[in-house]
């Protein structure tokens, strides 16, 4: 009987333990998340040119001579993300670079192949569609952005679809301060001059009562 506790209490111990120690990794996890924001250099190379034709209008001219010469030398440090894209600063706070989300960027080949039936089908298809104009919308946006009002939105280079053309290097640094180096070729991109958020800039016009430049940005 004695021996029979004494197991019963080790096998507690361990479980218990093992509960502390999952929870332990679990909390890690959400803590390294919300630190990096996700972002891995995984989640922006993309391995097959799988998206839109009319995304090869690209700006290697300004790929090739403005970022070479201007950036080649810098880091990126992470800033924020969006839906679509992580941002990145470079080291002088001049440019930002907007790297896409690959999961985002493509359609969904896992539902795509998913074995479905009756109601399910029907779903599965809307779902397919609905992630279909959605990356339409998305694209069309960044072509004719960079088409019409390339000098409005400060574009200097970008890039829908992977390449291997210059297989250019770049340093990330990202939230927890790592550093990642990657092809920039092998990722979708926009690099474009850092400008002050509207909003922001408003409330700090308003707080500071400089009412003329607030007027003067609307």
Known sequence: NKENQQSRYHALHFRKWSFYLLCLIVLARVFYYAATEGFCPERIYTPSASLHKQSEILVHAHLKTKFTAELMNTSFHYLKKGSQAYAFESSDGKYVLKLFKRHHMQEADWLKNLPTFGPLTDWKN?????????????????????????????????????????????????????????????????????????????????????????????
């Not at 279909?132 to 390339?150: G, H, M, P």
């Open 126 to 218: 809307f779902l397919l569609q609905k992630r279909k104009r959605r990356l339409d919308l998305t694209l069309k946006s960044y072509v004719i952005a960079t088409n019409r009002l390339q000098k409005q939105c400060a574009i200097l280079a970008y890039q829908l679809e992977p390449t291997n053309t210059s297989l250019i290097p770049v340093e990330l640094i990202d939230g927890i301060g790592r550093k990642h180096s990657i092809l920039l070729d092998k990722c979708g991109f926009v690099l474009q001059k850092k400008a002050s958020l509207l909003f922001p800039s408003f409330s700090l016009w308003i707080q500071s009562h400089n009412h003329e430049s607030a007027k003067k940005a609307l």
